[in-house]
């Protein structure tokens, strides 16, 4: 179905002339570009014969078991095949090649916990470690093609279970660990799930905090729902705390481990195999599972992690903050840093926990070289001041990254001022989970940065802004941005949903990848992105679907209905904002400041069991009426105009536009 301008909401336009007026400009520093991976001269070779480019990238970042003959099959369009007839182990390109050449002493993981306990993994620990993990997921009856489900928390476990899981062949799908046992319990189901990793539970802000329980409910039979499909739950120990236990079903990590074997020989796969399923948030109340490959997805994966982040793995120390439970916690903390051979931290906890000053220790600690963030952690550093950072050495520093979110210039200016010590390049990297890699972003050493813009497409990449016909935007305009031509770490389809991947990504414009993001080229031919427009929203980098809130919103017995919009917001870029009708007495009583207090907590309590505490609503606003549009359809922008305290806008196309005084008059009246 086409949206129509009336249900999708358009750019700002205030922020898009805000960005207009950024004219500054950093090129890079003769030192940087004379020792960097990638070198102006990439562009053109990649142009010159893209498959090809790509093909020499596969075969020189990856080891393969058979070299793949072939290098892209678009005949089954829009479902790639990448290298299809190569055959390879992810986990064996991850670690063992590793060693093999005479690097198993170097460190892979330093991992630091939250309450300051450390653990050094080289890379020949690693290759025990998953070995081992290998065998004791083939000993509990898990094989080639079968989905093994991980809700674990940020350990060095949690990228050995993944690489374990790679290993023998069988699909993960990550879920993050602050989605609740509702949300688990849903993506299991669609998975059909053999086997569940998950913990007793983590630290966060100096307490542990439990996960056992909410895999305990998710497997809990119900009436009128099939029976589980998972067989067994490994627990990995890491709070001590107490946990219930399923006799036959529940397997300790540690126990499983002890008794396997430390060599394992991987499963070699085809290159078209199933990595992974990740759930992610899209325009309607069902969450996707984007599917991903093996070959493709390490070549993109490996390739923009080296060229991008400037990666030297002898040197280098990298560390990415983002949690494994999200597109980037996989490409760029299990899979790209060790199919490069980096160290790498491993940070369990927040950035304030014990101090303010945590993530700048830990940089100062393990002097760290290159570091990739979201807009909102930075943002919130900012908030705290810069005094916090300035009592850490940081000078180890030298490329900053930054994902998940537009990242405005005010932040990027002050990242790279006070954490880069105006000297490191910042890359503002745009990609999505359906992309699985970084899509456009500077090259550091080649690129002059620009304050606030992800710029240019990828050596290799092709990416467009088109107007609302499909036509490319000439340099100056504003569109929807696009990728034209196949990628190799592209999504293969949405797991059981061929129909629904063709629909959201292949039917706006022909031929062409919708990626739901508006987008603006200024006069230079550079990509300015602008956030989403459609109806999903990006509150701290996390990406969350107004509809499944909405659907979480009206489960609950006194909502009569929902609508919810992303309201501006200065640190999280975007805050949930739920306006409500209640059902009969409801609304009355939440008319007082009581019952309205009340109303609050029940329902953003709701919202945060039946998706988890990142989906909860920052407000709340009862409401008499929503505006729809004739066709019944919630007129979103009006009601974001309301919750960024905006003058309502063009509102002629409601089937009753007196909704909106009813609304703005209802809020204004005290309580
Ligand atoms: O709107 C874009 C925004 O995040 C969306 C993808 O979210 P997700 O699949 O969760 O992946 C996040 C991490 C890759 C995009 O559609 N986004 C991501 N990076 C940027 C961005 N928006 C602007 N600038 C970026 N660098």
Not at 381 to 392: L, S, T, Y
Not at 425 to 433: A, L, N, S
Not at 574 to 599: C, N, Y
Request: hydrophobic share 40%; proline share 6%; charged share 25%.
């Amino acid at each position: 179905m086409r949206n129509t301008e009336d249900d999708v909401p358009q750019p700002e336009t205030s922020s898009l002339e805000n960005l207009l007026h950024e004219t500054r400009s950093f090129p890079p520093t003769p030192e940087f570009a004379a020792q960097a991976n990638a070198q102006p001269g990439l562009y053109a070779e990649a142009s010159a014969g893209r498959l090809a480019f790509w093909a020499q990238q596969a075969t020189e970042l990856l080891t393969w078991k058979t070299p793949f003959t072939e290098t892209l099959d678009w005949s089954g369009a829009p479902v790639a095949r990448w290298f299809g007839d190569g055959i390879l182990n992810a986990a064996y390109n991850a670690v063992d090649r590793h060693v093999e050449a005479g690097h198993g002493d170097r460190v892979a993981i330093h991992f630091e916990g939250e309450g300051g306990d450390t653990r050094t993994v080289t890379y020949a620990d690693l290759q025990r470690e998953v070995s081992r993990a290998a065998n004791a997921l083939a000993a509990l009856g898990v094989e080639k093609g079968d989905r093994v489900v991980i809700y674990l928390p940020m350990l060095v476990e949690s990228v050995v279970a993944m690489l374990a899981c790679a290993r023998i062949g069988a699909p993960h799908s990550v879920v993050f660990g602050g989605f609740s046992a509702d949300a688990l319990r849903s993506r299991i189901a669609d998975a059909e799930a053999k086997l569940v990793i998950t913990a007793d539970g983590g630290f966060r802000r100096g307490a542990a905090s439990p996960l056992k329980p909410a895999v305990d409910e998710a497997l809990e039979e119900r009436e009128g729902e099939p029976a589980t499909t998972v067989q067994h739950v490994l627990v990995v120990r890491r709070t001590g705390g107490d946990v219930a236990w399923t006799e036959h079903r529940d397997v300790w990590w540690h126990e499983a481990l002890e008794s396997a074997d430390v060599r394992h020989e991987p499963v070699w796969v085809d290159a078209e195999h199933p990595l992974f399923i990740l759930y992610t948030s899209g325009t309607t109340g069902k969450p996707k599972g984007i599917l991903h490959t093996t070959g493709g997805y390490l070549t993109q994966a490996a390739y923009t992690h080296r060229n991008v982040f400037d990666l030297k793995p002898e040197s280098d120390v990298y560390w990415c903050t983002a949690d494994i439970g999200w597109i980037t916690g996989h490409s760029y903390v299990t899979y790209a840093p060790l199919i490069n051979g980096a160290t790498q931290v491993v940070y369990e906890g927040t950035p304030d926990s014990p101090h303010r000053g945590r993530w700048w220790e830990i940089v100062e600690k393990y002097g760290v070289t290159i570091l990739y963030t979201a807009p909102t952690a930075i943002r919130t550093c900012m908030k705290w001041g810069e005094d916090i950072p300035a009592q850490f050495d940081l000078s180890s520093l030298r490329v900053l990254g930054s994902v998940g979110e537009p990242i405005n210039p005010e932040a990027w200016m002050w990242y790279r001022r006070v954490i880069g010590g105006d000297k490191a390049p910042i890359v503002d990297t745009w990609w999505q989970t359906e992309t699985g890699a970084i899509m456009i972003s500077p090259l550091p050493g080649v690129t002059a940065t620009k304050p606030g813009s992800a710029q240019v497409a990828l050596p290799g990449i092709v990416a467009d802004v088109v107007d609302d016909e499909a036509h490319s935007v000439p340099n100056g305009g504003g569109g929807y941005l696009v990728l034209s031509e196949p990628w190799p770490s592209m999504l293969r389809g949405i797991w059981g949903d061929l129909e629904r991947f063709k629909d959201t990504y292949w039917s706006r414009f022909e031929g062409l990848y919708f990626a739901g993001d508006g987008a603006k080229k200024d006069e230079d031919g550079d990509i300015w992105l602008l956030g989403r427009v459609d109806d999903v929203m990006n509150v701290s980098g996390h990406r969350l679907s107004t509809t499944e809130i909405e659907s979480a919103l009206v489960s609950h017995e006194i909502v009569a209905e929902a609508a919810v919009v992303g309201a501006a917001d200065d640190t999280t870029g975007q805050a949930v904002v739920a306006f409500v009708i209640l059902r009969g007495e409801h609304a009355d009583k939440a008319a007082t400041p009581e019952g309205s207090d009340e109303v609050q907590l029940t329902l953003r309590n709701h919202v945060a069991k039946e998706i988890g505490p990142i989906a909860k609503p920052r407000r709340i606003l009862v409401v008499p009426e929503l505006p729809k549009t004739r066709s019944g359809k919630i007129m979103r922008r009006l009601l974001r105009d309301v919750a960024e305290n905006r003058t309502v806008g063009d509102a002629t196309t409601l089937a009753d536009s007196s909704v909106m005084d009813l609304i703005s008059a209802g809020l204004a009246t005290p309580g």
